[in-house]
C-alpha cells in the first residue's frame, strides 16, 4: 500500500500541465492533498494553492484542516494581511499533532526570524527542525522539508560569514533543489557570497538564478530580488553604470530598492539625489537590517559617523557578512586599525 501511494503521488505532482486538474480533484481528507499543499506553494501554485487550502480548511479529516491552517497562516503573512511578528505568534500557539505539520510550523517561524535578520533565534529553531526531520520516512515532504531547512541554512551561514559552509550547501541544493525557485535561490546566494571577492562569479551566478527564474514563464517576486543583488554588487564593485531596473516605478513602492537605488546614485557622484531619498524614507525604516544599510549609505552620502550606526545594526540583527561593508568603508577612511579590529570582532 505504502508503494502504491508514493507511485500515485509520483504521478500526480509529475503530470505536467495534468497536473493542476488533478490536484483540484484530489479529496481533501486524502494525505495526498495534504502533501499538495507543500507541492503548489513550493512550485508557486498560488492561486491553485490557495484553492487547496480553503478546500482543506472545510473538510471533515482534522488533520487536512490542521495542515490548511498552518499553510493559512503563512500564506496570509505573505500576502502582507497578517504581519510576521503576529504569523510566528499564531504559529506558536497552534496546536499541531502531525510531525510535518510540527516540523513546517517551525520552518515558517524560522522564514520569519530570518526576514528580521533574527539570526540566533534561526538557529535555535533550525536546531530543533533538523532533529524532528530525522522521525520522517522517506518521502515527498521529508525531501521538500529538508531542502527548505538546508536552503535556509545556506543563508545563514552567509550572514554568518561562514562563507565555506554556506556554499557547501548552495552547491548541494542547485543540484538536488525540487523546484526551479529552490535552485534559484542557491544560486542567488552562491552569488552574494561571492560579493567581496569575485565580481564575475558574483555576477555568473545571480544571471544563473535569473535564468532559473524566468524559465518558470512566471512573474516571481525573486526576479526583484536577484535584480536588487545585482544592482548592489554592481556598485561595490564602481560598476554602477550597469545597474539596471527591471520597472523604474515600482522603485518608489519598495523601500529595499530605494536604498540600494540611492547606493547607485552615490556610486554615479549624485550625492544630493541620494541623500534627498534617504531623507524622505528614513522614517519608513522597521528593521534594524534595513537600517543598518541606510547608515551604510549615509556614511557614503555625507557623513562617516554612520558607519559606526551600520556596524551597530548589522550587529545586531546578528548579520556579520554585510557589516563587513561599513567596517571596510572605515578602513579606506584610514579609521585606526585597532578599533576596526575591535568592531569586528563584536557578536
Known amino acids: ?43 508557486s501554485k498560488l492561486d491553485l494553492h490557495e484553492y ?8 471533515d479529516n482534522a488533520v487536512s484542516r490542521e495542515w490548511a491552517e498552518v499553510y493559512n ?37 524560522l522564514y520569519h ?40 541554512m545556506q543563508s545563514v551561514y552567509l550572514h554568518l560569514n561562514q562563507l565555506d559552509q554556506s556554499r557547501a550547501y548552495g552547491k548541494n541544493l542547485k543540484e538536488i533543489a525540487p523546484t526551479p525557485v529552490m535552485k534559484a535561490l542557491a544560486y542567488k546566494n552562491l552569488g552574494t557570497s561571492l560579493l567581496f571577492e569575485n565580481y564575475n562569479a558574483s555576477i555568473y551566478y545571480l544571471k544563473k538564478s535569473m535564468e532559473c527564474i524566468c524559465s518558470y514563464q512566471i512573474d516571481h517576486l525573486e526576479i ?7 544592482n548592489l554588487i ?15 516605478e515600482s522603485i518608489n513602492e519598495s523601500l529595499d530598492d530605494l536604498l540600494v537605488y540611492s547606493f547607485t546614485l552615490i556610486k554615479n557622484r549624485d550625492k544630493a539625489s541620494a541623500i534627498k531619498i ?6 519608513q525604516i522597521d528593521s534594524d537590517f534595513q537600517y543598518a544599510f541606510y547608515c551604510y549609505y549615509r556614511g557614503l552620502a555625507d557623513d562617516e559617523k554612520y558607519f559606526y550606526k551600520s556596524v551597530k545594526y548589522f550587529s545586531k540583527t546578528g548579520d556579520h557578512f554585510f557589516r563587513r561593508l561599513p567596517l571596510l568603508a572605515l578602513k579606506e577612511n584610514g579609521e585606526d586599525p585597532i578599533l576596526i579590529s575591535v568592531l569586528s570582532a563584536l557578536n
Open 73 to 109: 497562516i503563512d500564506n496570509q503573512a505573505c500576502k502582507n494581511v497578517i504581519t510576521a511578528i503576529d504569523a510566528s505568534i499564531k504559529l506558536t500557539y497552534l496546536k499541531c499533532e502531525s510531525i510535518e505539520m510540527s516540523i513546517l510550523r517551525k520552518i515558517f517561524q
Open 278 to 283: 534617504l531623507n524622505n524614507i528614513e522614517n
Open 113 to 152: 526570524y530570518y526576514d528580521l535578520r533574527a539570526v540566533k533565534m534561526v538557529i535555535v529553531l533550525s536546531g530543533l527542525i533538523t532533529e524532528e526531520i530525522k522521525q520522517l520516512d522517506n518521502n515527498y515532504m521529508k525531501n521538500s522539508l529538508q531542502a527548505r531547512i538546508d536552503l535556509a
Open 52 to 59: 487547496l487550502i480553503d478546500k482543506l480548511l472545510k473538510c
Open 224 to 230: 526583484k530580488h536577484i535584480q536588487r543583488m545585482t
Open 1 to 43: 500500500m505504502k508503494k502504491q501511494h508514493e507511485e500515485i503521488t509520483e504521478y500526480i505532482f509529475q503530470a505536467s500541465g495534468e497536473s493542476d486538474e488533478l490536484i483540484r480533484q484530489l479529496d481533501p481528507n486524502s494525505y495526498i492533498a495534504r502533501l499538495a499543499l507543500e507541492f503548489t506553494v513550493s512550485n
Open 234 to 248: 554592481h556598485g561595490i564593485w564602481n560598476k554602477p553604470e550597469r545597474a539596471t531596473w527591471i520597472n523604474k
